[in-house]
Nanobody, 123 residues
């Protein structure tokens, strides 16, 4: 069983940057990809970015492409989401999850969800 804990959220002005971290504990021997999702109030949870187990493949939602970068450090059991040029519409709770389906981008393709970290972007 893998437990994931997100951190790094906060309040930032539009155009600013934040880096989210996702720490894994428990059974950390992990050949699965990892992903980030977000959920704004009253909206469905949406895919943001994902990275393969080796880190060699990454993919992004169109809404964040060119602004967000996902990375991982397997030696530290960490996954990161660097968010630049933030917009008010990026405001949401951000979740880290373990990918169960290769190249999947649906919430049902992921498991072992963290508790989330709030990101608020002011205009």
């Amino acid at each position: 069983q893998v437990q994931l804990v997100e951190s790094g959220g906060g309040l930032v002005q539009a155009g600013g940057s934040l880096r989210l971290s996702c720490a894994a504990s428990g059974r950390t021997f992990d050949t699965y990809g990892r992903g980030w999702f977000r959920q704004a109030p009253g909206k469905d949870r949406e895919f943001v970015a994902a990275i393969s187990s080796s880190g060699g493949s990454t993919y992004y939602a169109d809404s964040v492409k060119g602004r967000f970068t996902i990375s991982r450090d397997n030696a530290k059991n960490m996954v990161y989401l660097q968010m630049n040029s933030l917009k008010p519409e990026d405001t949401a709770v951000y979740y880290c999850a373990r990918q169960r389906v290769v190249a999947g981008t649906r919430p049902t393709d992921f498991g072992s969800w963290g508790q989330g970290t709030q990101v608020t972007v002011s205009s």
